[in-house]
């Protein structure tokens, strides 16, 4: 028998795998910091650092943002799931 090892996140989508997270922007930026959160996740394009498959502008949906971070779920080239805080200059509105 063969064990599937994708892991499903809340969505359903296979989730992105550790070794090609995308690269966050540095958490200590952004403690003590009000993070607003959207009714509804905000469509945007953002440029991510995976790990392994290097740079590229993403599909994503804004789900929060402090003055200079942005909170994005994002879908990567292999049509997987990620979650990471980036710098705001990185995204834009789809």
Do not use: C, K, N
Not at 9 to 38: K, N
Not at 43 to 48: E, L, M, N, T
Request: charged fraction near 30%; proline fraction near 7%; glycine fraction near 8%.
């Amino acid at each position: 028998m063969t064990r599937d090892r994708r892991r499903l996140g809340p969505s359903g989508i296979e989730q992105v795998p550790l070794r090609d997270a995308a690269a966050g922007a540095p958490e200590a930026q952004r403690r003590g910091q009000r993070v607003v959160e959207p009714s509804d996740p905000i469509p945007a394009r953002a440029w991510i650092q995976a790990r392994e498959s290097g740079e590229v502008q993403v599909d994503a949906f804004v789900i929060g943002w402090t003055e200079r971070q942005i909170h994005v779920r994002y879908l990567d080239p292999h049509g997987r799931e990620g979650f990471v805080w980036l710098w705001a200059t990185a995204v834009t509105r789809a």
